[in-house]
Protein backbone atom coordinates (compact mmCIF):
# COMPACT_ATOMS: atom_id res chain seq x y z
CA UNK A 1 0.00 0.00 0.00
CA UNK A 2 1.15 3.59 -0.29
CA UNK A 3 0.67 6.41 2.11
CA UNK A 4 1.28 10.22 1.25
CA UNK A 5 1.29 12.51 3.74
CA UNK A 6 2.01 16.53 3.73
CA UNK A 7 4.80 17.31 6.02
CA UNK A 8 6.00 20.11 8.02
CA UNK A 9 9.18 21.39 9.56
CA UNK A 10 9.56 24.88 11.83
CA UNK A 11 8.47 28.37 11.27
CA UNK A 12 12.04 29.29 11.98
CA UNK A 13 14.91 29.18 9.43
CA UNK A 14 17.31 28.25 11.89
CA UNK A 15 16.23 24.92 12.33
CA UNK A 16 15.43 24.98 8.07
CA UNK A 17 18.85 22.85 8.33
CA UNK A 18 18.33 20.55 10.43
CA UNK A 19 15.07 19.87 8.52
CA UNK A 20 16.79 19.19 5.11
CA UNK A 21 18.93 16.52 7.52
CA UNK A 22 16.05 14.53 7.78
CA UNK A 23 14.68 14.69 4.35
CA UNK A 24 18.05 12.88 3.42
CA UNK A 25 18.21 10.61 6.01
CA UNK A 26 14.92 8.97 5.94
CA UNK A 27 15.29 7.89 2.46
CA UNK A 28 18.33 5.82 2.94
CA UNK A 29 16.50 4.26 6.08
CA UNK A 30 14.15 2.24 3.92
CA UNK A 31 14.03 -1.50 4.78
CA UNK A 32 15.77 -0.70 7.73
CA UNK A 33 14.74 -3.92 9.85
CA UNK A 34 15.92 -2.31 12.97
CA UNK A 35 13.62 0.78 12.24
CA UNK A 36 10.71 -1.32 11.25
CA UNK A 37 11.15 -3.13 14.02
CA UNK A 38 10.40 -0.16 16.73
CA UNK A 39 7.80 1.07 14.18
CA UNK A 40 5.92 -2.52 14.04
CA UNK A 41 4.27 -4.02 17.40
CA UNK A 42 7.09 -5.38 19.79
CA UNK A 43 8.00 -8.60 18.30
CA UNK A 44 6.36 -11.33 20.23
CA UNK A 45 7.20 -15.17 20.05
CA UNK A 46 4.22 -16.15 21.39
CA UNK A 47 2.24 -14.31 18.67
CA UNK A 48 2.76 -15.60 15.22
CA UNK A 49 0.79 -12.35 13.65
CA UNK A 50 3.76 -10.18 14.87
CA UNK A 51 6.20 -8.56 13.33
CA UNK A 52 3.57 -7.61 10.52
CA UNK A 53 5.73 -4.84 8.51
CA UNK A 54 7.60 -6.73 5.65
CA UNK A 55 8.59 -3.81 3.80
CA UNK A 56 8.93 -0.41 4.55
CA UNK A 57 10.54 2.26 2.12
CA UNK A 58 10.31 6.08 1.68
CA UNK A 59 10.32 8.81 -0.56
CA UNK A 60 10.31 12.75 -0.56
CA UNK A 61 8.32 14.54 -3.03
CA UNK A 62 9.30 18.21 -3.56
CA UNK A 63 7.45 21.07 -4.55
CA UNK A 64 4.84 23.74 -4.09
CA UNK A 65 1.71 26.05 -5.82
CA UNK A 66 3.57 29.12 -5.02
CA UNK A 67 5.84 28.16 -7.54
CA UNK A 68 4.26 26.04 -9.93
CA UNK A 69 6.14 23.54 -8.61
CA UNK A 70 3.23 21.29 -7.20
CA UNK A 71 3.39 17.45 -7.56
CA UNK A 72 0.37 16.71 -9.57
CA UNK A 73 -0.31 13.89 -7.25
CA UNK A 74 -0.61 16.16 -4.62
CA UNK A 75 -3.06 18.10 -7.10
CA UNK A 76 -5.15 15.48 -7.36
CA UNK A 77 -5.15 14.04 -4.12
CA UNK A 78 -6.54 17.79 -2.54
CA UNK A 79 -9.26 17.86 -5.07
CA UNK A 80 -10.80 13.96 -3.91
CA UNK A 81 -10.04 14.95 -0.04
CA UNK A 82 -10.21 18.30 0.81
CA UNK A 83 -8.73 17.59 3.94
CA UNK A 84 -5.59 16.77 2.22
CA UNK A 85 -4.14 20.16 2.65
CA UNK A 86 -1.19 21.46 0.11
CA UNK A 87 -1.26 24.73 0.43
CA UNK A 88 2.12 26.12 2.23
CA UNK A 89 3.58 22.60 1.70
CA UNK A 90 6.59 21.73 -0.21
CA UNK A 91 7.38 17.92 0.76
CA UNK A 92 5.46 14.86 1.09
CA UNK A 93 6.44 12.00 2.84
CA UNK A 94 5.34 8.74 0.75
CA UNK A 95 5.80 5.54 2.36
CA UNK A 96 5.62 1.77 0.58
CA UNK A 97 4.35 -0.27 3.03
CA UNK A 98 3.56 -3.80 2.74
CA UNK A 99 1.96 -5.97 5.71
CA UNK A 100 1.85 -9.83 6.22
CA UNK A 101 -1.07 -11.33 4.18
CA UNK A 102 -3.55 -9.87 1.75
CA UNK A 103 -4.21 -6.36 2.55
CA UNK A 104 -8.45 -7.93 2.05
CA UNK A 105 -7.11 -9.86 5.01
CA UNK A 106 -6.98 -7.19 7.53
CA UNK A 107 -8.26 -4.07 5.37
CA UNK A 108 -10.84 -2.77 8.22
CA UNK A 109 -7.69 -2.59 10.47
CA UNK A 110 -5.31 -0.92 8.31
CA UNK A 111 -6.01 3.02 8.97
CA UNK A 112 -5.41 1.93 13.04
CA UNK A 113 -2.03 0.25 12.14
CA UNK A 114 -0.74 2.28 9.85
CA UNK A 115 -1.95 5.27 12.02
CA UNK A 116 0.49 3.39 15.25
CA UNK A 117 3.35 3.14 12.97
CA UNK A 118 3.08 6.87 12.03
CA UNK A 119 3.20 7.92 16.07
CA UNK A 120 6.20 5.69 16.83
CA UNK A 121 8.17 7.01 13.31
CA UNK A 122 7.22 10.89 14.19
CA UNK A 123 8.64 10.27 18.07
CA UNK A 124 11.72 9.08 16.50
CA UNK A 125 12.56 11.57 14.23
CA UNK A 126 11.54 14.13 16.82
CA UNK A 127 13.94 13.01 19.08
CA UNK A 128 16.92 13.20 16.64
CA UNK A 129 16.65 16.43 14.85
CA UNK A 130 16.53 20.05 15.59
CA UNK A 131 13.58 20.55 14.14
CA UNK A 132 9.63 19.77 14.22
CA UNK A 133 8.55 17.43 11.80
CA UNK A 134 4.96 17.34 11.89
CA UNK A 135 2.86 14.77 9.44
CA UNK A 136 -0.46 16.29 8.35
CA UNK A 137 -3.55 14.30 7.25
CA UNK A 138 -2.31 12.25 4.64
CA UNK A 139 -4.01 9.19 2.98
CA UNK A 140 -3.76 5.30 2.62
CA UNK A 141 -4.48 3.74 -1.11
CA UNK A 142 -4.10 -0.01 -1.98
CA UNK A 143 -1.33 -1.01 -4.41
CA UNK A 144 -4.97 -0.88 -6.77
CA UNK A 145 -5.64 2.08 -6.35
CA UNK A 146 -7.98 1.70 -4.07
CA UNK A 147 -8.68 4.63 -1.42
CA UNK A 148 -8.08 2.51 2.63
CA UNK A 149 -8.32 5.45 4.49
CA UNK A 150 -7.09 8.27 6.32
CA UNK A 151 -3.57 9.09 8.66
CA UNK A 152 -4.08 11.14 11.86
CA UNK A 153 -2.26 14.80 12.57
CA UNK A 154 0.83 14.00 14.33
CA UNK A 155 2.65 17.13 15.39
CA UNK A 156 4.37 19.26 18.18
CA UNK A 157 4.98 22.85 19.09
CA UNK A 158 8.66 21.51 19.78
CA UNK A 159 10.10 24.60 17.51
CA UNK A 160 9.50 27.03 20.16
CA UNK A 161 11.46 25.09 22.41
CA UNK A 162 14.21 25.05 20.03
CA UNK A 163 13.34 29.16 19.22
CA UNK A 164 13.74 29.23 23.41
CA UNK A 165 17.31 27.49 23.42
CA UNK A 166 18.80 30.02 21.16
CA UNK A 167 17.24 33.49 22.41
CA UNK A 168 18.78 32.00 25.98
CA UNK A 169 21.51 30.86 24.23
CA UNK A 170 21.10 27.91 26.32
CA UNK A 171 21.03 24.32 26.68
CA UNK A 172 23.12 23.87 23.19
CA UNK A 173 20.82 21.18 21.12
CA UNK A 174 22.18 19.59 18.36
CA UNK A 175 20.85 16.93 15.86
CA UNK A 176 21.87 12.99 16.08
CA UNK A 177 21.57 10.69 13.48
CA UNK A 178 17.94 9.05 13.08
CA UNK A 179 20.01 5.79 13.00
CA UNK A 180 21.94 6.62 15.76
CA UNK A 181 18.21 7.14 17.80
CA UNK A 182 17.29 3.76 16.11
CA UNK A 183 20.51 2.28 17.95
CA UNK A 184 20.11 3.38 21.00
CA UNK A 185 16.58 2.29 21.42
CA UNK A 186 17.88 -1.33 20.38
CA UNK A 187 21.03 -1.33 22.83
CA UNK A 188 18.88 -0.37 25.82
CA UNK A 189 15.90 -2.75 24.70
CA UNK A 190 13.23 -0.07 24.60
CA UNK A 191 10.39 -0.32 22.53
CA UNK A 192 8.30 2.60 21.71
CA UNK A 193 4.93 1.19 22.14
CA UNK A 194 5.60 -0.17 26.03
CA UNK A 195 4.74 0.87 29.25
CA UNK A 196 8.45 1.92 30.66
CA UNK A 197 10.60 -0.27 32.62
CA UNK A 198 12.95 2.70 33.70
CA UNK A 199 14.14 5.89 34.42
CA UNK A 200 15.22 6.32 30.72
CA UNK A 201 12.20 4.70 29.04
CA UNK A 202 9.98 6.91 31.19
CA UNK A 203 11.78 9.52 30.08
CA UNK A 204 11.32 8.73 26.41
CA UNK A 205 7.73 7.99 27.31
CA UNK A 206 6.94 11.56 28.74
CA UNK A 207 8.22 13.48 25.91
CA UNK A 208 5.73 11.41 23.62
CA UNK A 209 2.98 13.09 25.31
CA UNK A 210 3.71 15.91 23.31
CA UNK A 211 2.42 15.20 20.21
CA UNK A 212 -1.00 15.52 18.60
CA UNK A 213 -3.35 17.33 16.36
CA UNK A 214 -2.53 21.01 18.23
CA UNK A 215 -6.12 21.68 18.25
CA UNK A 216 -5.87 22.42 21.94
CA UNK A 217 -3.57 23.26 24.85
CA UNK A 218 -2.56 20.57 27.00
CA UNK A 219 -1.89 21.61 30.33
CA UNK A 220 -0.61 18.56 31.53
CA UNK A 221 2.30 18.91 28.90
CA UNK A 222 4.65 20.67 31.50
CA UNK A 223 3.89 17.69 33.94
CA UNK A 224 4.45 15.11 31.43
CA UNK A 225 7.92 16.70 30.62
CA UNK A 226 9.27 17.69 34.25
CA UNK A 227 8.54 13.83 34.95
CA UNK A 228 10.94 13.19 32.11
CA UNK A 229 13.82 15.62 32.97
CA UNK A 230 13.18 14.30 37.27
CA UNK A 231 13.43 10.58 35.89
CA UNK A 232 16.96 11.38 34.19
CA UNK A 233 18.32 13.55 37.16
CA UNK A 234 16.78 13.10 40.30
CA UNK A 235 17.09 10.44 42.73
CA UNK A 236 14.93 10.25 45.80
CA UNK A 237 12.59 12.80 47.26
CA UNK A 238 15.31 15.10 49.07
CA UNK A 239 16.53 17.93 47.48
CA UNK A 240 14.46 17.88 44.44
CA UNK A 241 14.74 21.21 42.82
CA UNK A 242 18.94 21.75 43.72
CA UNK A 243 19.29 18.31 42.33
CA UNK A 244 17.29 19.35 39.30
CA UNK A 245 19.35 22.60 38.97
CA UNK A 246 22.96 21.39 39.38
CA UNK A 247 22.81 18.17 37.52
CA UNK A 248 21.23 19.61 34.97
CA UNK A 249 23.98 22.74 34.80
CA UNK A 250 26.80 19.64 34.61
CA UNK A 251 25.39 18.44 31.75
CA UNK A 252 24.39 21.06 29.63
CA UNK A 253 26.82 23.86 30.66
CA UNK A 254 25.86 27.32 32.98
CA UNK A 255 23.12 29.56 31.32
CA UNK A 256 25.19 32.32 30.58
CA UNK A 257 21.82 34.51 31.15
CA UNK A 258 18.68 33.74 33.05
CA UNK A 259 20.15 31.77 35.67
CA UNK A 260 17.01 31.52 38.30
CA UNK A 261 15.27 30.57 35.18
CA UNK A 262 15.82 26.97 36.49
CA UNK A 263 14.62 27.65 39.98
CA UNK A 264 11.51 29.57 38.41
CA UNK A 265 10.84 26.59 36.08
CA UNK A 266 10.78 24.31 38.94
CA UNK A 267 9.00 26.59 41.55
CA UNK A 268 6.42 27.22 39.06
CA UNK A 269 6.15 23.09 37.83
CA UNK A 270 5.72 22.56 41.82
CA UNK A 271 2.58 25.41 42.25
CA UNK A 272 0.95 23.80 39.45
CA UNK A 273 1.13 20.07 40.23
CA UNK A 274 0.28 20.55 44.67
CA UNK A 275 -2.94 23.16 44.17
CA UNK A 276 -0.72 26.16 45.11
CA UNK A 277 -1.75 28.14 41.85
CA UNK A 278 -4.82 30.42 40.79
CA UNK A 279 -5.82 29.77 37.88
CA UNK A 280 -8.76 30.58 35.41
CA UNK A 281 -11.88 28.38 34.25
CA UNK A 282 -10.74 26.55 30.46
CA UNK A 283 -12.28 29.06 28.88
CA UNK A 284 -12.30 31.87 30.63
CA UNK A 285 -11.78 35.41 28.09
CA UNK A 286 -8.67 36.29 29.70
CA UNK A 287 -6.71 33.46 29.25
CA UNK A 288 -3.63 34.26 27.55
CA UNK A 289 -2.20 35.79 30.05
CA UNK A 290 -1.85 32.53 32.21
CA UNK A 291 -1.22 31.14 28.57
CA UNK A 292 1.59 32.95 27.84
CA UNK A 293 3.59 32.31 31.02
CA UNK A 294 2.91 28.88 30.91
CA UNK A 295 3.98 28.20 27.42
CA UNK A 296 7.42 29.77 28.42
CA UNK A 297 7.59 27.57 30.93
CA UNK A 298 7.06 24.72 28.95
CA UNK A 299 9.15 25.76 25.97
CA UNK A 300 12.15 25.95 28.55
CA UNK A 301 11.27 22.81 29.94
CA UNK A 302 11.16 20.64 26.56
CA UNK A 303 14.45 22.25 25.10
CA UNK A 304 16.10 21.29 28.39
CA UNK A 305 14.26 17.02 28.01
CA UNK A 306 15.39 17.21 24.34
CA UNK A 307 19.26 18.57 25.20
CA UNK A 308 19.46 15.69 27.77
CA UNK A 309 18.17 12.85 25.56
CA UNK A 310 20.22 13.86 22.57
CA UNK A 311 23.43 13.76 24.68
CA UNK A 312 22.67 10.50 26.04
CA UNK A 313 21.73 9.11 22.27
CA UNK A 314 25.20 11.00 21.35
CA UNK A 315 27.30 8.99 23.79
CA UNK A 316 25.06 5.68 23.58
CA UNK A 317 23.99 5.99 27.32
CA UNK A 318 21.31 5.04 29.13
CA UNK A 319 22.01 7.20 32.42
CA UNK A 320 23.94 10.34 33.41
CA UNK A 321 26.50 9.22 36.19
CA UNK A 322 27.68 11.66 38.66
CA UNK A 323 30.11 10.82 41.59
CA UNK A 324 31.00 13.18 44.58
CA UNK A 325 34.53 13.57 45.89
CA UNK A 326 35.98 14.98 48.36
CA UNK A 327 38.29 18.36 48.19
CA UNK A 328 40.96 18.46 50.64
Do not use: C
Not at 9 to 32: A, P, Q, R, T, V
Not at 153 to 172: G, L, V
Not at 261 to 285: D, Q
Not at 287 to 298: A, P, Q, R, T, V
Request: aromatic share 14%.
Amino acid sequence: MKITIPIRGSDFEEDYDSYELFLKEIISLSNNERLISLIDDENNPTKNEYPRIEKLEFEIKEGNRYENTEPKFATELNKKHPFFHTEWISEYLILNLKIKGKETDVLEYIEYLVNDYLTRLNLLINLSYSTNVDFLYGVIYSNNGEYIGKTKIIASANMHAYAHSRKMNWPKIKNVKLEDTINWFHKFKIHPNNRSENNLHRAINAFSHLFGNLREKDSADLFWIMLGIESLLVEGNQNITSQFREKSTIILGKPNEYKRKLTKLYEYRSRLVHGNFNIYPKYYSDYHDFNKEYSEHLEFAVSILIALMRKLIATQKSKFEFELKLIE
